[in-house]
């Protein structure tokens, strides 16, 4: 299974994670468009919000278009996809996202770009 791993305590709050991501999925650098997430704690540490890759989009998925590949990877079809968003409401990390540039929402799919571009490790590519 392919998926990202996250370090907390490398995290530096440059959020290079989500510039990368958001700009993969929609082409700018928006982090409202991210499928990764980076908040900041009281503590004036970071919290990173990744998918797991739990398949709990593809449970509520009414019309099947979420579907894991051979690797693990939840993938959305979005050709096929209808928009009805019931895959972000019901996304545990909160990280599926709708935008109002596009009828249908974006998944992470592990690609590993957000990896490749974080200074400090805090972000990796696993195979499982």
Known sequence: ???????????????????????????????????????????????????????????VCNTGMITAGPNGVYRLNKKECVGCLMCVGFCPEQIMVQSDDCLEPSKCTACGLCAKNCPTGAI?????
């Open 1 to 59: 299974m392919k998926r990202l791993v996250k370090d907390d305590s490398l995290c530096i709050g440059c959020r290079q994670c989500e510039e990368t991501c958001s700009k993969a999925f929609y082409k700018v650098a928006d982090a409202s468009k991210s499928c990764i997430r980076i908040t900041d704690k009281e503590d004036g540490t970071y919290k990173i919000t990744v998918c797991t890759q739990c398949g709990k989009c593809a449970e």
């Open 124 to 128: 990796k590519i696993v195979e499982e």
